[in-house]
C-alpha cells in the first residue's frame, strides 16, 4: 500500500469514529487526527507544497547619493555588503574608473536567492552598477557570460573590467593554429627528411622507376607493371622511401601566434622560471610556474631575455624572451601552452576575455539595453 493510500484509508477511518468526527465531515473541516495522519503520510498534494517551498531568487536595484564611501552608501540603501565585494574589486581594476567621489549618484542592481520565508541564502550577485557625476558623465559595469572564459564584468562598451588571471604572452593576437587535434604540418611537408612532398603523379612516376629497377635486379618479369596502378609497391626500397604518405594527428597541446622574428614575449602571470632551456621539439623553451596548480609554457623562442634563468622570480607583462623558429617548426611563431595541474588546456579559453566581439558584444548589447529599461521603468513606478 503506498502513503497516499494508506493516508486516505486513515483519513476515512478516522472520520467514521463518531458523531463528533461526522459533524466535521459534514461540515468539510478536517479532524486533528486526519492532520496528524497526513503529517506522518503525506497528502495528495504533496508535491505540490513541496514546490510551494523550493527557494526563489529575486533581481533587485538600490540608488542612492554617495556620501563616505560607495560600499557604505550601497549598504545604507539595501545592498548587501558581501554582494558588492566583486563589483568593488572589478571598480577599483577598471580601465577608465575613478574613485567614487561625494555627490556621485550610483545604481546596483543585484540578484538574491531566498527561502520560502523571504531569509536569504548565501551572497548575492550584483548584475550591474552605475556610477554617475554631478556633471552628467556615467561609468557601468554589467556582469556577462562571453561564449568562450568565465563570467565577468565588462565595461558598456565589452571592455573586460578586470584583466585575466592568465594574459597572453604578445600584443598583436594573430592565431595561427588552434589547441587540440590536428595534422602535423611538417608531416605534410616533409617525409624523413626527404624535403618537399612530391604530387601524386610525380609519386607514381618514381615509384614505377623504382619497381622496374628492382624487376631488373632480380629478373622480374612484370615489374613495369607493378608500380604502374594504384597497387602495391613490390619494391622494399619504395616501401621504405613512402612510408609516412598521408595526414598524421596529433594533440596541439597549446595555441600557436603568427609573430615576426624577434617579437617580444612577456610572461602570462606573475611566477617563478623553472625551465629556460633548448627542449626538443619545443626550441628554446620557458616555463613558468604561476601557483600550485597554473603554469604556461613558450616555445620556438630565437633567445631568451637577461636574467631570465630557472629560479628567477617575473610579474606579468615583464619580457622574457623574443619569438624566433627553433626546434620543430614550419616558421616563425611562438608555442604558448597553459597548464592546469599538469594538464594542457586551452589558453583562448582559459585566459579571460578581453574584449567583447562579433556575437558577444552583440548579445552584450542587448543586455545592456534591456537593463537600462527595467531601471527606467523602477524609477517611474517609484517617481510619485
Not at 626527404?194 to 624487376?215: K, N, Y
Not at 635486379?217 to 604502374?228: L, N
Not at 566581439?357 to 524609477?379: C, H, K, N, P, Y
Request: net charge neutral; proline share 7%.
Amino acid at each position: 500500500m503506498t502513503k497516499k493510500t494508506l493516508g486516505a484509508a486513515l483519513a476515512a477511518f478516522f472520520v467514521g469514529l463518531g458523531a463528533g468526527f461526522s459533524g466535521w465531515a459534514q461540515s468539510g473541516q478536517t479532524p486533528e487526527a486526519i492532520k496528524a495522519a497526513e503529517r506522518l503520510l503525506g497528502s495528495d498534494n504533496e508535491e505540490e507544497r513541496t514546490q510551494e517551498l523550493l527557494p526563489f531568487t529575486r533581481a533587485l536595484g538600490a540608488s542612492g547619493i554617495v556620501q563616505g564611501s560607495l560600499a557604505d552608501s550601497a549598504a545604507k540603501a539595501g545592498v548587501p555588503p558581501a554582494a558588492m565585494l566583486e563589483a568593488l574589486r572589478a571598480l577599483d581594476s577598471a580601465t577608465g574608473s575613478r574613485a567614487p567621489e561625494d555627490g556621485d549618484t550610483f545604481y546596483v542592481r543585484w540578484q538574491q536567492t531566498y527561502t520560502i520565508d523571504g531569509a536569504p541564502i548565501g551572497v548575492g550577485r550584483v548584475l550591474w552598477l552605475e556610477l554617475r557625476t554631478p556633471a552628467g558623465a556615467s561609468f557601468a559595469l554589467h556582469r556577462f557570460q562571453p561564449r568562450e572564459g568565465g563570467e565577468q564584468f565588462f565595461l558598456a562598451g565589452g571592455e573586460a573590467a578586470m584583466p585575466p588571471p592568465v594574459a597572453l604572452p604578445i600584443e598583436d593576437i594573430v592565431v595561427s593554429s588552434r589547441f587540440g587535434i590536428r595534422t602535423d604540418p611538417l608531416a605534410s611537408r616533409v617525409v624523413r627528411g626527404m624535403g618537399p612532398l612530391p604530387s601524386v603523379g610525380e609519386r607514381r612516376r618514381q615509384a614505377a622507376s623504382i619497381a622496374r629497377a628492382a624487376a631488373a635486379r632480380t629478373g622480374a618479369k612484370a615489374g613495369a607493371r607493378a608500380g604502374a596502378g594504384a597497387g602495391p609497391i613490390a619494391s622494399p626500397s619504395a616501401q621504405q622511401a613512402f612510408a609516412g604518405f598521408g595526414p598524421r594527428l596529433f594533440m596541439h597541446e597549446g595555441v600557436d601566434f603568427a609573430v615576426p622574428q624577434g617579437t617580444p614575449i612577456y610572461a602570462a602571470a606573475d611566477g617563478t622560471v623553472t625551465d629556460a632551456k633548448p627542449n626538443g621539439g619545443y626550441g628554446n623553451y620557458i616555463r613558468i610556474e604561476h601557483s600550485e596548480t597554473v603554469a604556461t609554457a613558450y616555445g620556438h623562442l630565437s633567445r631568451f631575455a637577461p636574467g631570465i634563468k630557472p629560479g628567477a622570480k617575473v610579474i606579468r607583462g615583464e619580457l622574457v624572451a623574443f619569438s624566433g623558429n627553433t626546434g620543430r617548426s614550419t616558421g616563425p611563431h611562438l608555442h604558448f601552452e597553459v597548464l592546469n595541474g599538469g594538464k594542457p588546456v586551452d589558453p583562448l579559453a582559459h585566459a579571460a576575455v578581453a574584449q567583447l566581439a562579433g556575437i558577444d558584444l552583440e548579445q552584450f548589447a542587448r543586455q545592456v539595453t534591456t537593463r537600462e529599461r527595467e531601471r527606467d521603468s523602477e524609477a517611474a513606478v517609484a517617481t510619485p
